[in-house]
């Protein structure tokens, strides 16, 4: 036994398709021991991520008793020693952490292209989520937010990660909450549900968890609470997942200005 402490963690990971996108907007600006870095908002990921480059870069110590073992939606595991950080903020937020205690980040060696990691739900729990229809990120204070006028109500997985229910063609499904993807992802489970679908166009995906073959697939309606949209594109892997059917992304639930609380279980949809 050399007494360190491994977890394991999920992350939906971000889908490099033709949606939105990670961007500079998408980016939540975040201070790190005091120095500047940016993190991509992530609900599909139940840890919080930095990159190897952004670890050394931002020149934090490794976590003496804390390892993380990653696993993507692409299938691939990968384990790092886990960084440091005494203190963390956003837009002034300080980002929670435990009494006398510093935060653990997972770590790893994948390219996120302009991002320096993903904020995960072990931190955004905490706090109530505004993003603007360009994209724009505020956090604030947990329990803070006005409840909206068109929501969706959310269950919880785990306790870093929300569901979502969607309905597809009139086939019920529940859907993995996930601002780190810019596109919707229909899995194993999901293509099960919805039976028997016409061969569509096959692509590739980049996934945190590595490349992963994909075919579009088009619907006549997807509903998610208020929202109706008719005629909508999808993407399909037999990716195997037992506790959700669809990874709902950014080309979704970024149509517009949209709201996350997590201590209200709700999406909020302009």
């Known amino acids: 036994m050399n007494g360190r402490l491994s977890r394991r963690a999920f992350v939906a990971g971000l889908l490099a398709a033709p949606a939105r996108g990670a961007s500079a907007a998408d980016l939540v600006p975040v201070r790190l021991d005091g120095k500047p870095a940016r993190l991509l908002l992530d609900t599909g990921a139940a840890r919080s991520v930095l990159t190897l480059a952004a670890v050394r870069r931002l020149g934090l110590p490794g976590d003496a008793w804390v390892d993380t073992l990653l696993r993507g939606a692409g299938g691939r595991l990968e384990s790092h020693v886990n960084a440091d950080v005494a203190q963390a903020s956003a837009g002034g937020l300080r980002l929670f952490q435990r009494p006398g205690q510093s935060l653990s980040f997972s770590v790893t060696t994948q390219y996120l292209g302009v991002a320096d990691g993903l904020l995960g739900g072990d931190i955004l729990r905490h706090c109530d989520i505004a993003v603007s229809a360009a994209g724009d990120v505020a956090l604030s204070p947990a329990g803070r937010l006005a409840p909206a006028a068109r929501r969706v109500t959310l269950s919880p997985l785990f306790p870093d990660l929300l569901r979502a229910p969607v309905t597809l063609d009139g086939t019920a499904l529940t859907a993995l909450l996930d601002t780190g993807s810019s596109a919707s992802l229909l899995n194993a489970r999901g293509l099960h549900k919805m039976g028997r679908l016409t061969a569509g166009q096959s692509g590739t995906i980049r996934a945190l968890g590595g490349p992963e073959g994909v075919q579009s697939h088009r619907f006549a309606r997807l509903t998610v ?46």
């Not at 997942?241 to 909020?268: C, H, K, N, V």
């Open 225 to 270: 609470g208020p929202l109706t949209i008719e005629g909508v594109t999808l993407l399909a892997a037999p990716v195997p997942e037992p506790a959700f059917d669809l990874i709902l992304g950014l080309d979704i639930i970024g149509r517009g200005a949209f709201t996350i609380s997590y201590a209200q279980r709700a999406l909020g949809l302009s």
